[in-house]
């Protein structure tokens, strides 16, 4: 079945620094998704790319969808001990099914 | 603001009883979708539904099974609950049939015991 794998599982940064995670699937997907999720809360739903090569920036923000629409990226600039939460990607192919990455934890050392 | 509800929010039940989690929408979405979330697995779809009385099975259905009476509610069932059920359970919505993102809900936290 269709794979997204995430990497890195894990990331700890002094505040300041900067944070990027990684989405990779084994098909070409219709669209991503990226979700953030607070210790103790749930999913949160953050942007979607559609086309191929696009990039989106919510304030520090950046995802990226690659050229084949297999891979997409988010990258956080600067960051706060506000980022800290896992984040998802989820991709989607031709149907109604989201398959989500195993996530990326992000903690900041203030 | 966009709101999905499940019915509990910490659940304790014995190993053999039939659990019954409950999630309402109050945004008139098509879809509607539960999965589990695990330590080091990520979240996993359970089932999901595009329409009233109409369901799907997901990545991992054994041992649940589920009910959409009506648009804005959608039961996840497990018939003889296991241990191995213990777990965070997420519902989520979506519109229609096009590309939106979801809107989860807070989450049950079942402990099967």
């Known amino acids: 079945g269709q794979q997204v794998m995430q990497i890195p599982q894990y990331q700890h940064v002094q505040e300041g620094e900067d944070f990027t995670t990684y989405c990779n699937s084994s098909?070409?997907?219709?669209?991503i998704q990226w979700y953030k999720q607070r210790p103790g809360g749930h999913p949160v739903f953050l942007i979607q790319?559609?086309?191929?090569?696009e990039v989106k920036k919510q304030k520090r923000l950046t995802f990226q969808f690659g050229e084949a629409k297999k891979n997409s990226s988010l990258h956080i600039t600067a960051t706060q001990t506000t980022d800290v939460g896992t984040y998802f990607c989820a991709g989607r192919r031709s149907n109604y099914k989201l398959t989500f990455g195993k996530g990326t934890l992000l903690t900041v050392n203030p | 603001d966009v709101k999905v509800t499940q019915s509990s929010r910490y659940l304790v039940k014995r190993t053999g009883e039939k659990v019954f989690l409950e999630c309402v929408q109050d945004?008139?979405?098509?879809?509607m979708f539960w999965y589990r979330q695990d330590p080091g697995l990520g979240l996993r779809l359970i089932y999901f539904s595009y329409d009233v009385k109409m369901k799907e099975k997901g990545d991992i259905p054994e041992g649940y099974s589920v009910s959409r009476e009506k648009k804005e509610r959608f039961s996840l069932i497990l018939e003889s609950a296991s241990t191995n059920q213990t777990s965070m359970y997420l519902c989520?919505?979506?519109?229609?049939?096009?590309?939106?993102?979801?809107?989860f809900g807070s989450g049950t936290r079942l402990t099967v015991v």
């Open positions: 098909t070409t997907l219709s669209n």
């Open positions: 790319l559609v086309k191929s090569g």
């Open positions: 945004m008139d979405h098509e879809n």
């Open positions: 989520a919505s979506s519109r229609g049939q096009g590309d939106y993102g979801y809107t």
